[in-house]
């Protein structure tokens, strides 16, 4: 982690740790910790600024877990995020948990590939619809709303742009900070940091 410094437990302040202990309570047991004593992904960056960090922490919990709409679509909705901004640790981790709740291996493989995914589930094409045109172009046509509304209802639709939007900063803090996938794990992409995602 070459541009931000690891925070490891025993350095933290009272801030730093209600930060931690959320990241390990809202991780339901999962390992977040590297072989260096820091968190890995983009929990070191939420340590370094506890203030936001705490509530990107309780925000991106309930956002996974809480959501009014299944878990398999909240995962295809944060792997595109991933793969539209080539963020390599965010595909890495939730492509994984996307197969797990039922996404098919042939969507993530297209999405990895930066090919559009052959959908045989009609939900999952409206919320990649929806996913999509919002990482585009910030907006959402008519028909594609009613689109969207009919699938998820008003509560739904406001979670989805919630979900966009949190792991869109996720993945930007990941690129950013050039944070690294866990050690022997192999990128997906390879990237310049000065090349923007979709450049030759």
Known sequence: MDRLPLITERELDHDQRLVWDTIAETRKGVAAVDPDGGLIGPFNAMITSPRIGLHQARLGAELRFNTSFERRLGELVICTVGAHWRSEFEFWAHSTMAVEHGVPTEVIQALADGRE?????????????????????????????????ELLG????????????????????LNVFDIPLPEGEQPIWTTDRATPPGSP
Do not use: K, N, W
């Open 117 to 149: 995914p052959q959908f045989e589930r009609a939900d999952e094409a409206t919320v990649f619809a929806l996913t999509r045109r919002l990482l585009e172009h910030g907006r959402i046509s008519d028909d594609l709303y009613q689109e969207g509304l």
């Open 154 to 173: 008003h509560r739904g639709m406001v979670e989805l742009v919630a979900l966009v939007g949190h792991y869109c900063t996720i993945c930007l803090t």
